[in-house]
């Protein structure tokens, strides 16, 4: 899911496949208009807790709108802390989930 089988068809890793998140909750990313490999976006939340924040989108109107749901909506919005923030409860599971799979292909050898 977080590497981009979702309905928005984005992996949430910065860098990683062909989509990946190009405008996240980042201050010197936003000032410099640059890309940040290697970060994880937050990922979807449901569209109360989105709601709730009342953040207005810099976007307009939301590309992803096809793709959202109550259940869960993401936006590749700056403004978008909620889901498009790289957090450090993501990018600390991206290094234990990277350090399993490593563990796991050495064993395999």
């Known amino acids: 899911y977080l590497l981009g089988t979702n309905p928005w068809g984005i992996c949430m890793l910065s860098g990683a496949g062909t989509v990946w998140p190009h405008h996240p909750h980042h201050q010197i990313a936003d000032i410099k208009h640059m890309d940040l490999p290697g970060f994880w976006a937050e990922g979807p939340v449901t569209k109360k807790v ?22 869960a909506v993401y936006h590749d919005d700056t403004e ?10 993501m990018n600390a599971t991206a290094l ?13 050898r």
């Open 50 to 71: 989105f709601s709730d924040e009342h953040i207005k989108l810099r976007v307009r109107p939301d590309p992803l709108a096809e793709f959202q749901t109550s259940g």
């Open 80 to 89: 978008d802390y909620t889901t498009n923030e790289p957090t450090l409860d």
């Open 96 to 108: 234990a989930m990277t350090a399993w799979f490593a563990a796991a292909a050495n064993h395999a």
